[in-house]
């Protein structure tokens, strides 16, 4: 059966990716980006099988209106995906109100706004699958990016409570969480703060990140992709890459210590 998709940030990286598999088999995709004709070559190729939308996510009126345009030229909405996004590079003592408010605005309450002009349209379906963009970053966390881990630990904070609100309407959410791809995510879609000499030893440390010495390749998540819209029962978190499973489980056996070493100091916390 076909599928329509709703993809944010369809420009390049992952949403250019996941929008040609979708397309190459076949399915409708509505395809968004800031400039919109960084997408004439989706429709050069496809010609109405794709719907070219010019949106800025940060723009929640704007978001409304794209959804609802989409799912009225193709009559259906079976996949949302909020992809756009991108990382902010700086010491948490480095950033700006603006560097700060920024992200949040783009990577946590783009997602959310697109999410919740989403859910009325699935939910008189009866049907639907949402799909976040998150990362490793979004349940471990390491120096110089704590602004977009603070965007991505949001966003699997409200998808979780999401996908348990929404579950009876047959709407399902996945959390993706990428390791590190050879997109240009830390190349020219980055954005840094001026940085402050006392941190030169940390930044210089944050550049030997596991992922960074063996980055995945984007095109190997399109069939990773289309197997995660087809299953019948698709997870709430998927990983994807090979680094962040390592990742993941060495942060959790730290912190399972942890709890359970302060659990003494956590029940006398609790009184009689």
């Excluded at 598999?21 to 399915?27: M, P, S, W, Y």
């Excluded at 719907?51 to 800025?56: H, N, V, Y």
């Excluded at 939910?123 to 471990?140: A, K, L, T």
Aim: hydrophobic share 40%.
């Amino acid at each position: 059966m076909t599928k329509t998709w709703f993809i944010t940030g369809a420009s390049k990286g992952f949403g250019r990716e996941w929008a040609e598999a979708a397309l190459e088999r076949g399915d409708k995709v509505s395809a968004t980006a800031r400039k919109l004709e960084t997408l004439d070559a989706l429709v050069d190729a496809y010609g109405d099988a794709v719907l070219p939308i010019q949106l800025d996510v940060t723009d929640r009126d704007a978001d409304f209106d794209a959804v609802k345009r989409a799912a009225d030229h193709f009559g259906k909405l079976d996949i949302v995906i909020n992809n756009a996004g991108y990382g902010h590079f700086g010491m948490i003592e480095e950033l700006t109100e603006y560097e700060a408010r920024s992200q949040m605005e783009t990577n946590l309450f783009g997602a959310l706004w697109v999410t919740q002009a989403a859910l009325p349209i699935m939910r008189e379906q009866g049907s639907g699958h949402i799909i976040q963009v998150s990362s490793i970053g979004g349940i471990s966390a390491f120096p110089t990016v704590g602004a977009y881990h603070a965007t991505k630990w949001a966003l699997e904070g409200f998808s979780q409570s999401l996908a348990q609100e929404v579950a009876g309407f047959g709407i399902n959410v996945t959390l993706i969480e990428p390791g590190g791809y050879s997109t240009d995510w830390s190349g020219p879609s980055a954005t840094h703060s001026d940085e402050n000499s006392a941190y030169a030893a940390v930044r210089e440390a944050a550049k030997n990140r596991p992922s960074a010495s063996d980055p995945g390749d984007p095109t190997a998540t399109r069939g990773a992709i289309l197997k995660v819209v087809d299953a019948d029962e698709p997870p709430l978190r998927i990983f994807f890459g090979k680094m962040p499973l390592e990742i993941a489980t060495n942060d959790y056996e730290s912190r399972l210590a942890t709890w359970n070493e302060w659990q003494p100091v956590a029940v006398e916390a609790h009184g009689a």
